[in-house]
């Protein structure tokens, strides 16, 4: 290992793991230039472990470039830094002086067809990205699964061909987080492992592995555990680490409510070794954050970090429900095709994977989850996924719409309540 | 009303919304009361929304967008619907989050809601139903449709029953 060259972003997540720091990360973009690198500035000057994040526009995201260009030339606003339309020479002038080694940055964009966006990136030096041929298909349109898988297949290429200019690419997989809330969480695990697994097969060496904070703590840590032990036997001989994020449904409405479940964040992450947090606002309820609420974000998530201390005892996470659903999961899906595309293409054809209340064409949508009393993600209806429900928590009826606006804002519900209790045991916490 | 009043009914994001959540809920939502529901998910252009509705003759397409730019989506979306012959007749909504905060307040910019409303329902829409106005409005529009499909149903029961025998 010691001849290649490492990936700087990830060798910064190495370095900081090492001394007791967890990296946090915003998700952070601005339309203009001088807004993105002051963005950058302000949280590479946080009180924190902090990694940059360039986000990507939406017509970036979309491949609708002329709107792009017209949006920039109309001097409009944009959800994001639309990385194929400033030239590269701008863009490199963003990171000038900086990124440097203790303060990577990543490119993070929605893609199924990214090949233009992973170029762009690369030609302004930004060699960590994220995604995935599930992650960034399933959830947000219509592109056939087959094509997104190939869309990643040429991503891959160009990412590996980089190495020729003394660049190690890396990639994170947003397979962790899919549709944000009500996807159990041992399908999770099991589209991120298999994600990470895809990129290997296609000649990644430097990869992350993602987890979307869920509905109930000691569920989140399984799956992370899980996560952990599957990773070390999937990826042997890759530079893996495993990267939580914040909540990313219906968010709570009240400041300490959306604090307080940032801090669950960070320790869930702490007790479980996870090397990175990407973290929410207490904005997120109710509008598109400033760096300034981003900044605080990463302060209270590593003051959070801290005061959970170190990572706690080992535990292998075995045994669990989460771990026994995705290792059938997994194992299922590899043991259909020797190539990792193919195969997951296939799993979702035949409903071996399916995500619950996603409206893809290429998903089966016979999969149904719930949330449990003792707030656990379960299976309500399990289609052809090769897992069962539960048998003494099966719950086999079907959701209203009432009860599906229940579970979308069980967290929001449950964290405004708790926060509204506990108040007076958060110092320097004002409603 | 019995099955009569069942409407078929495609739901349907828009081209620049990827959200899904409002769409599973209007799905279960109709169901709920009653309806078959077809749902075509989020990012949807409005070619292959019209090609899909066609195909699909449904009693009512639900167009739902939540990102500020239902306006915009909307008109594209629906100028791509009514150029379908077969469904210049075809009830045709949009509700949710349709402007940004400066469209939608008095005054700046893009006008008032109403304006807004005016705009989306002379472009084709048949009704338009605002983030503010809540589910009761859309129910009883939903409602009334089912009604009026019940209605024309036992009107042709009544004339075929009427119908001079051989």
Known sequence: MNDRPVNAFADFVRRSHARGSLVVQPRMGFGDPRAMREGLIAVKGANATTVGTVTLDSYTRLGKLADARRAVAEGGDLNGYPIRTHPPETNRGVLEGVRDRDFPVQVRHGSASPQGIIAASLAAGLDTTEGGPVSYCLPYGRLPLRRAVRNWERSCELMVRARAHDVEPHVETFGGCMLGQLCPPGLLVAISLLEGVFFRQHGLRSISLSYAQQTNAEQDREAVLALRRLAGALLPDVDWH??????????????????????????????????????????????????????????????????AGGSGPPDTGAGSEVLDEATALVDTVLGLNADVGAALVEAFARGLLDVPYCLHPDNAGRARSYIESDGRLRWSHTGALPVRPHGRSADRRSMSAADLLRALSHVARSYDESAATTLDRLPGISG | MGTDATLDVIVSGTESDSHTWNLVFLQLQLEDWGHRVRNLGPCLPGGELAEECRRGAPDLIVLSSVNGHGESDGLAAVAALRAVPELAGTPVVIGGKLGTGRQLSAGAGGGTGGEMTHRLLSAGFSAVFHEASGVAEFERYVAALGAEKARRAGRVLEELRAAPTP
Do not use: D, F
């Not at chain 1, 990313?248 to 009240?254: A, D, K, L, S, W």
């Open chain 1, 242 to 307: 495993i990267v939580i994020y914040n909540y990313m449904g219906v968010y709570p409405r009240t400041r300490s409510g959306a604090l307080l479940l940032l801090e669950r964040a960070a320790e869930l992450a702490v007790r479980t070794g996870a090397e990175r947090l990407i973290v929410k606002t207490a904005a997120e309820a109710h509008r598109i954050p400033t760096v300034g609420e981003n900044v605080e974000a990463l302060e209270i998530a590593a003051l959070a970090a801290q005061n």
